[in-house]
């Protein structure tokens, strides 16, 4: 892809397919990767690709969630590090928790290499920030390579996760999950925030506080909103995915 | 991928996946294909993954103008030839008429792959069959290897096209096209007849007869249709798109 330039009007978009297709290229991502993704574009062209009202309310209240949470945990897979890996550390390091990478299709070359990358991020977020920002960057411990935890209700590799992450944690950031997993982390009782485009999806339907929103926009967002402090509320998910129905099917009348 | 069981409710999306997967891995997709893939997979999922009753009148619109067209063409590509090739097949030999390989990254290997990949199919399918059948299915050509034909209005690789197929063409059915290969092709006076699950789309919106249906389930139903001997109707393009848009519009209140 050549230089997309400034006045775009999917700059954005098309700079996410360029990133992702170099990652693809260097081994980071799973296969089924690129068509998740696509999946993902044509619902955010359907919301306009921008963090609506309502996305913005259900960020807030992830983010109150895990700065209330005992054992937080944010979970990355290939996509989301790619695409929003700097946003989930610098919103990890004002909650104070680790990072676990956790991949559908788990291999050792893959998991390594993300957990490298999401190390190199924080070496440079670290190299643009004050001394103290600079400390709790680095103090953001990215889990993943000890697979000795399990998510108790699945099987074989889908299973497996790191104990002192997903395993003991009471609240989840899990942005692009899998439906199977998505309903075994909430069947173990643990609150499963998600990051989903599609507002119909299993996860999406299944989490309990779901953000409708493109993955790099929302967690940017939550760094935001973070530090502002927010508390829970009593939170009707139901609604939201709604309220990102309506406008994708408002923008169905575009034509 | 593993085995998905025959209970999963997206098995048939599933397995469409798994087939691209492989077949990227083979050689026979372009890198934006997966992307293209999961773009149709957001738009299918809102359409709730069936053909609906619009989608059929276009396809029997399709059918109907196809049987009565002089020179008839069905120009595939990657994926097309990857989820609906056998399809194709099929009902290019009720037609009677040829399949053109055509594709927008064009390389002489991906035509070779391509070309042999339905060839494979046709002798797959015509084993399966009685011997009037199979005398049909082996009858229809594969085109697309002798590139001595030009779509005018286009410039470079795009333009490149099959003489004795889409250059002759008066009727051409064209799944996944681009919108500016169907803008030229319509400019040509051709009735360009499009699969496309994105009823916003400009190839949607171009097209004289537009299917909103997924490829492998459109040209299924293409098959069976074909053999009622429809006939062309007064179309209105611009109502079926507003029925699929109404169903997309309508999948807010699955939830």
């Known amino acids: 892809m050549g230089k997309i330039p400034d006045s775009h009007p999917r700059k954005a978009s098309l700079l996410a397919r360029a990133k992702l297709t170099q990652a693809g290229r260097e081994g980071l991502l799973a296969e089924s990767a690129m068509i998740a993704h696509g999946r993902g574009e044509a619902f955010d062209y359907l919301l306009g690709e921008k963090t609506s009202d309502s996305a913005k309310t259900a960020i807030k209240e992830c983010?109150?969630?895990?700065?209330?949470?005992?054992?937080?945990?944010?979970?990355?897979?290939?996509?989301?590090?790619?695409?929003?890996?700097?946003?989930?550390?610098?919103?990890?390091?004002?909650?104070?928790?680790?990072?676990?990478?956790?991949?559908?299709?788990?291999?050792?070359?893959?998991?390594?290499?993300?957990?490298?990358?999401?190390?190199?991020?924080?070496?440079?977020?670290a190299a643009e920030v004050d001394e103290e920002t600079k400390a709790s960057v680095m103090a953001v411990e990215i889990l993943g390579a000890n697979a000795d935890g399990k998510i108790d209700g699945l099987e074989g590799p889908r299973s497996i996760c790191s104990r002192k992450g997903i395993e003991s944690?009471?609240?989840?950031?899990?942005?692009?999950?899998?439906?199977?997993?998505?309903?075994?982390?909430?069947?173990?009782?643990?609150?499963?925030?998600?990051?989903?485009?599609?507002?119909?999806?299993?996860?999406?339907?299944?989490?309990?506080?779901?953000?409708?929103?493109?993955?790099?926009?929302?967690?940017?967002?939550?760094?935001?909103?973070?530090?502002?402090?927010?508390?829970?509320?009593?939170?009707?998910?139901?609604?939201?995915?709604?309220?990102?129905?309506?406008i994708i099917s408002d923008s169905s009348k575009r034509i």
């Open 63 to 125: 983010a109150a969630r895990l700065l209330a949470a005992k054992n937080p945990i944010v979970s990355m897979n290939g996509n989301t590090t790619v695409l929003a890996g700097k946003q989930a550390i610098r919103a990890a390091a004002i909650i104070g928790c680790p990072i676990e990478v956790n991949i559908y299709y788990r291999t050792p070359e893959r998991m390594e290499k993300l957990i490298a990358a999401l190390e190199s991020m924080k070496e440079k977020i």
């Open 169 to 246: 944690a009471d609240v989840v950031l899990v942005p692009l999950e899998d439906g199977d997993r998505c309903e075994a982390l909430v069947a173990l009782g643990k609150q499963v925030l998600v990051v989903d485009l599609n507002p119909l999806s299993r996860t999406a339907r299944t989490a309990t506080v779901t953000i409708v929103d493109e993955v790099a926009r929302a967690l940017g967002e939550m760094e935001e909103l973070l530090l502002q402090n927010p508390q829970p509320t009593d939170w009707d998910n139901q609604k939201t995915l709604r309220e990102a129905l309506e």
